[in-house]
Nanobody
Framework: VQLQASGGGLVQAGESLKLSCVAS????????MAWFRQAPGKEREFVAG????????LYLDSVEDRFTISRDNAKNTLLLHMNSLKPNDTAVYYC????????????????????WGQGTLVTVSS
């Protein structure tokens, strides 16, 4: 499967962005999905994830009240709505497919994901 992320850009603090990730193939709806991010000089970190059926949304503490993850399995699409963006949200954002089929939980470590999009850069100026 190929994942294509888009929607990044340069915004000012307090503004919003919507990231999209479109998957190829017919198996998108069988796997949990997540967004990770990686800031310069830092490790890639989990931002938000959800199960294959859209349940079990899980968020990084620092984004829980500002970001919303969702999916449309009919359109093979994963979304991340980001509101009230802050300068420390600046990073390359990656969508990723969970390794396990029909997993009963959302995993938060990089090694639990085996398919990654190319990343989309989000820059938030102060």
């Amino acid at each position: 499967v190929q994942l294509q992320a888009s929607g990044g850009g340069l915004v000012q603090a307090g503004e919003s962005l919507k990231l999209s990730c479109v998957a190829s193939g017919r198996t998108f709806g069988n796997y949990g999905m997540a967004w990770f991010r990686q800031a310069p000089g830092k490790e890639r970190e989990f931002v938000a994830g959800l199960k294959w059926n859209g349940d079990g949304r899980l968020y990084l503490d620092s984004v829980e009240d500002r970001f919303t993850i969702s999916r449309d399995n009919a359109k093979n699409t994963l979304l991340l709505h980001m509101n009230s963006l802050k300068p420390n949200d600046t990073a390359v954002y990656y969508c990723a497919r969970q390794r396990s089929l029909w997993a009963s939980q959302v995993y938060t470590t990089v090694s639990d994901y085996d398919n990654w999009g190319q990343g989309t850069l989000v820059t938030v100026s102060s």
